[in-house]
C-alpha cells in the first residue's frame, strides 16, 4: 500500500502543479446512493480545475454532454462553483427539455437522482484525493494484498494497472473486496478507477460498486470562459 499512496501522491501533486484543465470522454458505471447499480453513461467533458497555475483554492468549471444512456443522451450540464449561486445549469434532452434551462443545487434530489456522488466531487483531482484517503486507512493492513501488473492496455496504451484486494470485510462504509486502478505513469495520471463489494455467496461474481474511466484524455486545452458558458453556438440551451 506504500508504494500505491506514493504513486497517488505523485499524481495529486503533478494535477496541482501542471493540469490548468483538460478534456476527457467519461464512462461511468455505479451504484446510486441506496447501492442501486445504475446504467452505464458515457459523458463528454471540459474541466477547469481549481487549481489553475498550481494555485489551489479556485473555483471549478464543467461542463458536461451525455451520449448514453438513450434516456440521457442530449442532456448538457454546465457548472461553475462561484458563479450562478453555485447552481447546476442543466438542458435536458427531447424537445420539452431544450426549451428552458433548469437551475439546480448540486445536492438537491433531482441533481442527485441515479448518482452515487454530487458534481462537486467530480474530476481527476477530486478522484485522487479520495484514492489518497482510502489508501492511508490500509497502510499497515495486513488484510489487504496489492498485485501490479504492468503493460495493462487502456486506449492503445500500455499502462499500470494495480489491484487492490482485501481478504476479508472491514466495517468502514465504503468497503471493497477488490479495488483496480490504471496509473499513466508516464504523464502521472490515474485514468481508471473501479471497485466491487463481497459477493453475497462464494463463488459468485463480485457486485460493482463504482466504475470511472477517463478516456481520449487531452491535457491543458485552449479551453476559456466560453467554454462554460451557455451562450456558446456550440451548446443547445436555449436563448
Do not use: C
Request: zero cysteines; hydrophobic letters at 35%; glycine letters at 8%.
Amino acid at each position: 500500500m506504500e508504494d500505491v499512496l506514493k504513486l497517488a501522491e505523485e499524481s495529486l501533486q503533478h494535477l496541482i502543479d501542471n493540469v490548468d484543465g483538460y478534456t476527457t470522454r467519461m464512462i461511468k458505471h455505479e451504484q446510486d446512493r441506496n447501492g442501486v447499480l445504475q446504467e452505464p453513461s458515457e459523458m463528454f467533458m471540459k474541466i477547469r480545475t481549481r487549481h489553475v497555475g498550481g494555485e489551489p483554492g479556485q473555483g471549478l468549471r464543467a461542463y458536461l454532454r451525455f451520449e448514453t444512456p438513450e434516456s440521457a443522451k442530449g442532456r448538457e450540464v454546465i457548472w461553475i462553483e462561484d458563479q450562478n449561486d453555485g447552481q447546476l445549469l442543466v438542458r435536458e434532452a427531447g424537445f420539452i427539455g431544450s426549451m428552458m434551462t433548469a437551475k439546480l443545487d448540486p445536492t438537491n434530489f433531482l441533481a442527485m437522482r441515479g448518482q452515487r456522488y454530487p458534481i462537486t466531487e467530480l474530476g481527476l483531482t477530486n478522484l485522487v484525493r479520495k484514492l489518497i484517503e482510502r489508501g492511508s486507512r490500509d497502510i499497515d493492513n495486513p488484510d489487504v494484498r496489492v498485485t501490479r501488473t504492468e503493460g495493462h492496455d487502456f486506449d492503445g496504451k500500455s499502462l499500470t494497472l494495480l489491484q487492490i484486494q482485501r481478504s476479508k470485510p472491514t466495517d468502514q462504509p465504503d468497503d471493497f473486496s477488490l479495488a483496480e486502478v490504471v496509473i499513466d505513469e508516464e504523464q502521472k495520471l490515474i485514468v481508471s478507477f473501479r471497485s466491487f463489494g463481497w459477493p453475497e455467496s462464494e463463488g459468485e461474481t463480485p457486485p460493482l460498486i463504482e466504475s470511472y474511466e477517463y478516456h481520449d484524455l487531452v491535457i491543458n486545452p485552449a479551453l476559456t470562459d466560453l467554454d462554460f458558458d451557455p451562450t456558446n453556438p456550440d451548446y443547445t440551451f436555449p436563448e
